[in-house]
């Protein structure tokens, strides 16, 4: 526990410095930011994070809002916990890293989307202002589905289109920086 507590502490220490050593943008007020929120994201990410190029605290805040917050592995993973690692059978849950992310569940006619990284590096294949848009007007830009309309019918975006931009940023700079997996049959 006291180990445990160090690290975090000494990871808070190196976000601060790399926080205040990179360019200003319109929206960097760090009081307005949950600090505790961004520990807790980079303690409960399941998967090793490419930090490259990446703002250090909207990744933490964004693993904590994907990975406590939204339950989107619950969706995107298939399976989303390994075998053993099962909390709704009563066992200390592990999720699939390997698949993290990465889509194949299905629902009814539909197939939850890989929101890994594409081939150009986007997740899920889209430009924030995509991404943005997805997650706040349900566009299904895949269009995989068109029987149904334009937009995406399992995701829950009505509940996640209350979020702020800045949230949604926080996810998207999460999403960017966590392996790419490729699900067969899946783009």
Known sequence: MK??????????????????????????????LPLDDIATGYKIAPVTLNMTGRDPFLVGWGSYLVNSVGGCNDCHTNPSYVNGGNPFMGQPKKINAAGYLGGGQKFGPFTSRNLTLDSNGMPAGMTYDMFLEAFTKGTDFGKKHP?????????????????????????????????????PGLP
């Open 3 to 32: 180990r445990t507590l160090t690290i975090v502490s000494l990871l808070t220490l190196m976000i601060g410095v790399v926080w205040v050593s990179r360019p200003a943008k319109a929206d960097d007020s760090l009081s307005t």
């Open 147 to 183: 029987q149904m309309g334009p937009l995406l019918q399992v995701m829950p975006w009505p509940a996640y289109s209350s979020m702020t931009p800045r949230q949604i940023r926080a996810i998207y700079e999460y999403l960017s920086a966590i392996p790419s997996v490729t699900v």
